[in-house]
C-alpha cells in the first residue's frame, strides 16, 4: 500500500513568485491534513478536509495561502504571493477516521514533506 | 491555548546507552499524547500514544513512554539506543474531541554515536 506521498520534496522559489504543493493521501482514506514547520519550530496544524469539503482551515495564516481538494482525491496548498516567512516544511497527513482512536489502525499517516524556501 | 514543550534540542547519545526524552504538555484538559518519529528522508511515524488506562504506554521499537499527570508530562524512554534511532523526534497532543488537530513540540534530535 502506498504511503501519503508529496510533491515536491524540495522547492526553492523568490519571493512574491507563487508555489503548488501537491499531496496524494492514502487510498480511500477521506480525511486529509496539511501541517507545517516554519524555522524549525513546532509543527502546527493549518486544515483538515473531510472529502473534499474544509472541515476546519482554522490554522491558515492568511488569504495568501489556498488549499483545494477537488474530487476529494488529492490536494494542493498554494502560496500566492509567496514571503520569506513561508519557509518551512509543508506536512500532509491523512486518515480513514476522522478520530484516531483507541487502538487498532486507525491513526494519522504522515508525508515526508516538502521543503520550501522562500529567497 | 494548549503548548507542548520539548525541552532538550539535541541529544547525544552512546549507542546501547538509555535514552530519555521529555515533553511538558500544557491543556484545559487530560488530552491525548502521542510521540512521533522522523528519520531522515522520511515522514512522521507514530510511536506510541496515550489515550487513558495504564500510563505506561508501549509503542513501536522498543520506545515506551510514562504518563504523569500531575507533572503534564510524558516522556519517552528506550533502555538500550541503536543506531537507527538517530532522528528528530516529536511530542504531540491532541484535543479528545478531534483528536486529529494536534499540537507539536519543537521537536529534539537524538544523535547516536558509535
Known amino acids: 500500500e502506498a504511503g501519503v506521498t508529496q510533491f515536491p520534496s524540495h522547492s526553492v522559489i523568490e519571493k512574491g513568485q507563487t508555489v503548488t504543493l501537491r499531496c496524494d493521501p492514502i487510498?480511500?482514506?477521506?480525511?486529509l491534513y496539511w501541517y507545517r514547520r516554519v524555522m524549525g519550530k513546532e509543527i502546527k496544524f493549518l486544515l483538515h478536509?473531510?472529502?473534499?469539503?474544509?472541515?476546519?482551515e482554522s490554522g491558515m495564516p492568511n488569504n495568501r495561502f489556498l488549499a483545494e481538494r477537488t474530487g476529494g482525491t488529492y490536494s494542493t496548498l498554494k502560496v500566492q504571493p509567496a514571503e520569506l516567512e513561508d519557509s518551512g516544511v509543508y506536512f500532509c497527513?491523512?486518515?480513514?477516521?476522522?478520530?484516531?482512536?483507541?487502538?487498532?489502525?486507525?491513526?494519522?499517516?504522515f508525508g515526508s514533506g516538502t521543503q520550501l524556501s522562500v529567497l | 491555548a494548549q503548548s507542548v514543550t520539548q525541552p532538550d534540542i539535541h541529544i547525544t547519545v552512546s549507542e546501547g546507552a538509555s535514552l530519555e526524552l521529555r515533553c511538558n504538555y500544557s491543556?484545559?484538559?487530560?488530552?491525548?499524547l502521542f510521540w512521533y518519529v522522523q528519520s531522515p528522508g522520511q515522514g512522521l511515524q507514530l510511536l506510541l500514544k496515550?489515550?487513558?488506562?495504564?500510563?505506561l504506554v508501549q509503542g513501536i521499537k522498543g520506545f515506551e513512554a510514562e504518563f504523569k499527570r500531575s507533572q503534564s508530562s510524558f516522556n519517552l524512554r528506550k533502555p538500550s539506543v541503536h543506531w537507527s534511532d538517530a532522528a528528530e523526534y516529536f511530542c504531540?497532543?491532541?484535543?479528545?474531541?478531534?483528536?486529529?488537530?494536534?499540537?507539536f513540540g519543537a521537536g529534539t534530535t537524538v544523535t547516536v554515536r558509535a
Open positions: 497527513a491523512s486518515s480513514k477516521y476522522i478520530q484516531q482512536g483507541r487502538e487498532g489502525n486507525e491513526k494519522l499517516f
Open positions: 487510498s480511500g482514506h477521506d480525511n
Open positions: 478536509f473531510v472529502k473534499e469539503s474544509k472541515q476546519d
Open positions: 491543556y484545559g484538559a487530560t488530552p491525548y
Open positions: 496515550y489515550f487513558s488506562g495504564d500510563t
Open positions: 504531540a497532543v491532541g484535543p479528545r474531541s478531534n483528536d486529529y488537530k494536534l499540537s
